[in-house]
């Protein structure tokens, strides 16, 4: 088993790409050089009151430099928000499994549909995807303001933007908008709220398809010790559910073998 | 680490090579093995385990708190069976004693996992009768002496390790739960289990947590768990293994100074997951700071 650590990692920027969203890198060869797509990372806060990590998706990784993306939710990152650059944070090399990419050979399609902050560890996916010569088509959803859709764009993906506010793009849900435009693929890949998840699942099975679901759930630990995050999963061939611990044995599952409705 | 360190400790016959372990709930073989080798500790305390697998709680089970969190897990575990079959037999590629944690609703299921557990390489019992996030059972045990004592007699008659009782501070007088598991046949006692706690997330006007309540743990905790060991070793005789928010190697003397023979590391292993091995290095700096050479040093330097 590859040994995991904490690391001290050096912060090379760390800036607003849209309300309420920043994008921080960070100097850290140690967990950049071992990342891959839809796998996440603890951010630790300089702040002992608060005491738990936070775990972000990696949005994107080369041999030396993580690329997170955050929302500013809450107090602890408020402190990341807060962060300058050249001020060092303890983060973790990637843990999770994250996305299923052996199951994409050349020349074939990915569908990416992204929900707000879960569009970030698409990125990364796509660009994996992209080595392996796939054509994508990419659908990002947001509130009211878009971020990332130049990078995806930069990937020669077609991608459709939707906001709920109508106010850029399609008005209404990424998936709605991918499905206007005919973007059904092979591979359907998706991150974002839960509910997103459920009806992306729901119309990649109707499509005759399984989405990879990057699932979201409260975490304590991150690394699989407190069993704080679990989602039921039916396993292909399983009689019965098993509660799956989200950072440890996902947090991507396949859409088809998640219990959406469960609790 | 010095070799003039001696931090053996001996927890009711078994003797431990320092007085670290890990607090149930906070580890996993497998999961804490991938950050440090187990072998460094004295012991590891397993997950609880029940009869039968337990789904526990639904999500979310986990909320922070200022310097300390809430759990709501409810205790899901794959029970004794799959305990048997996947954990145990990773755990003996280490050298370290193995603590299993034991969970039920009932006597009957207490001493069901204990007599499955009787004949493997565990080497002591934890039982948990002070979870506050099991409805039936766990802490219904806990915070009552007659029930306390009644499981405890049940258990120990079975079983074939010294057994440790893990106790509840959710109760108006931790000394006389104490006292009625030593009368009982308690070999040790372990404490402080969490606080049972709550928080409402103002902005949506909603629990946090999907179980409402959970357990309130972590450095927040220390000082009720400190004051507590410190009274129950004035009201019993049989070790006590010292738990509550310890998350430096000076806690771990506190706890020791405050009458706690051994110690546990349990939220801190959740925020930094080598927090167990971290704490024992700290621990050893310290002793060699104060010029204690041994576990015995600590505790003859508290004086009141």
Known sequence: ?263 | MSNKLDLRVNIAGVEWKNPITTASGTFSARESSAFYDLSRLDAVTTKGVADVPWAGNPTPRIAETYGGMLNAVGLQNPGVEAYMKEELPYLANYDTNVIANVAGHSIEEYCAVVERLNDTDVDMFEINISCPNVKQGGIGFGTDPVQAGLVTKAVKAIAKKPMIIKLTPNVTDITEIAKAVEENGADAISMINTLLGMRIDPRRGKLVLANKTGGFSGPAVKPVAVRMVYQVRRAVNIPIIGLGGISTGEDVAEFLMAGADAVAIGTAALVNPTAPVDILEQFETYMEEMGFTTIADVKKAFCE
Not at chain 1, 64 to 74: K, N
């Open chain 1, 1 to 263: 088993m590859e040994a995991k650590k904490i690391v001290t990692a050096e912060i090379l920027s760390n800036r607003p790409i849209a309300k309420g969203i920043m994008e921080l890198k960070l100097l850290a060869p140690e967990s950049a050089s071992q990342a891959k797509p839809g796998q996440f990372v603890n951010v630790y806060t300089g702040d002992s009151s608060l005491l738990l990590p936070r775990p972000i998706s990696i949005c994107d990784a080369d041999d030396t430099t993580l690329t997170l993306i955050y929302a500013v939710v809450g107090k602890g990152t408020a402190w990341f928000a807060d962060c300058c650059v050249g001020q060092e944070l303890r983060v973790s090399t990637p843990l999770g499994n994250g996305f299923d990419v052996s199951v994409v050979r050349e020349g074939d399609t990915a569908l990416l549909i992204g929900g707000g902050i879960g569009s970030c560890p698409l990125l990364k996916l796509g660009k994996v995807l992209k080595e392996k010569g796939v054509k994508l088509n990419v659908a990002i959803g947001f509130r009211d303001e878009p971020f990332l859709e130049e990078e995806f764009r930069a990937l020669g993906a077609n991608v459709v933007v939707a906001t709920d506010s109508g106010r850029v793009g399609y008005h209404g849900t990424a998936l709605a908008a991918a499905m206007d435009a005919g973007m059904d693929c092979e591979h359907w890949f998706t991150c974002g709220p839960k509910i997103m998840l459920k009806f992306v699942a729901k119309e990649a099975m109707a499509r005759g398809r399984d989405a990879q679901v990057s699932m979201e759930e409260r975490m304590g630990c991150g690394y699989g010790a407190c069993v704080g995050c679990v989602v039921d999963v039916l396993e292909r061939g399983a009689e019965a559910p098993v509660r799956k611990k989200v950072c440890k044995d996902g947090p991507v599952f396949l859409g088809s073998e998640v219990f959406f409705d469960e609790q």
